[in-house]
């Protein structure tokens, strides 16, 4: 069983940056897509980014040129870099991954609260 463990949410003011951390216990290698979705409160769990095996990567358009995926296969972890940061973007941040027998896994989430 693969457990993904985020890290490096917290209160941001606007315009500010911050970088997440999924940290998964199982090689990234064996996953097909690791991304990041977001859940506002009371709102539906939203696609943020995604990046395949391949290093394709696919950016929810709110996101677009303020946020990048990306991967490190030697650490086995999946990073979000979140900039530019709006009041929209407050959100638990949840790591996400596929493996290639088609397996989901989710991780605990991270509360990204951007607030002055």
């Known amino acids: 069983q693969v457990q993904l463990v985020e890290s490096g949410g917290g209160l941001v003011q606007p315009g500010g940056s911050l970088r997440l951390s999924c940290a998964s216990s199982?090689?990234?290698?064996?996953?097909?897509?690791m991304g990041w979705y977001r859940q506002a409160p009371g709102k539906q769990r939203l696609l943020v980014a995604v990046i395949s095996s391949g290093v394709n990567t696919k950016y929810a358009d709110s996101v677009k040129g303020r946020f990048t995926i990306s991967r490190d296969n030697a650490k086995n972890t999946v990073y979000l870099q979140m900039n530019s940061l709006n009041s929209e973007d407050t959100s638990v941040y949840y790591c996400?991954?596929?493996?290639?027998?088609?397996?989901?896994?989710w991780g605990q989430g991270t509360q990204v609260t951007v607030s002055s």
């Open positions: 199982g090689s990234i290698f064996s996953m097909n897509v």
């Open positions: 996400y991954a596929v493996g290639r027998d088609g397996s989901e896994y």
